[in-house]
């Protein structure tokens, strides 16, 4: 069974650097095809697909936020890590992370989500 | 690479069907059949409905079917339910391991 789970700050301050780390279980990211994404969903508002890492390192980023946005693995932890630089109040979001399967373009299975909060 | 642009809202009563369109381009949904399309209640993580432009997930309904005609991608829910009245969103693959969302649309089941 494919579980995800999202874990960060509630809270960060304009200008700072935001930290996010999925931690999963089920599947291994050494898997030839397994991809893990991190999508973001403002309040009452759309889905907005940020990134996502390959089983063998290849990192993929959103156009628009592509300078902002760092993703890394620890494939030994089975977590991946979501960074992004100069937060700004637009950023406040519940982001998830999901899972993509081996052959697919598609996330199968999602995180609950996190709410974070860009406030000063 | 802009957001795939649906109806904000459709509605329909029980035992209906409904159609929510997705338009893209010929750079997403119009060269690829890599359609996804996502239910999200609220509060809830979204959840795969279809993959692929028509295939189901084991376990969602056969009622969900998914279909592409050109640069525009459709999910239409036959017998309609109360339990489908949620927030829908289509995804189509962009190329270069890129994805893009559509806006959603809101279902509601009168």
């Known amino acids: 069974q494919i579980t995800l789970k999202e874990s960060g700050p509630t809270l960060v301050k304009p200008t700072q650097t935001l930290t996010l780390t999925c931690t999963f279980s089920?599947?291994?990211?050494?898997?030839?095809?397994?991809?893990v994404g991190w999508i973001r969903q403002p309040p009452g508002k759309a889905l907005e697909w940020l990134a996502l890492?390959?089983?063998?390192?290849?990192?993929y980023y959103s156009p628009s936020l592509k300078s902002r946005l760092t993703i890394t693995k620890d494939t030994s932890k089975d977590q991946v890590v979501l960074t992004m630089t100069n937060m700004d109040p637009v950023d406040t979001a519940t982001y998830f992370c999901?899972?993509?399967?081996?052959?697919?373009?598609?996330?199968?299975?999602w995180g609950q989500g996190t709410l974070l909060t860009v406030s000063s | 690479q802009s957001a795939l642009t649906q109806p904000a809202s459709v509605s329909g009563s029980p035992g209906q069907s409904i159609t929510i369109s997705c338009p893209g381009t010929?750079?997403?949904?119009?060269?690829?059949?890599?359609v996804s399309w996502y239910q999200q209640h609220p509060g809830k993580a979204p959840k795969l409905m279809i993959y692929?432009?028509?295939k189901r997930p084991s376990g969602v309904s056969n009622r969900f079917s998914g279909s592409k005609s050109g640069n525009t991608a459709s999910l239409t829910i036959s017998g309609l339910q109360a339990e489908d009245e949620a927030d829908y969103y289509c995804?189509?693959?962009?190329?270069?391991?890129?994805?893009?969302f559509g806006g959603g649309t809101k279902l509601t089941v009168l």
């Open positions: 999901a899972h993509k399967p081996v052959a697919g373009a598609y996330f199968d299975f």
């Open positions: 089920g599947f291994s990211l050494s898997t030839s095809g397994v991809g």
């Open positions: 890492i390959y089983w063998d390192d290849d990192k």
């Open positions: 010929s750079s997403d949904v119009g060269s690829y059949n890599l």
């Open positions: 692929e432009g028509s």
């Open positions: 995804c189509s693959y962009a190329g270069s391991s890129t994805w893009v």
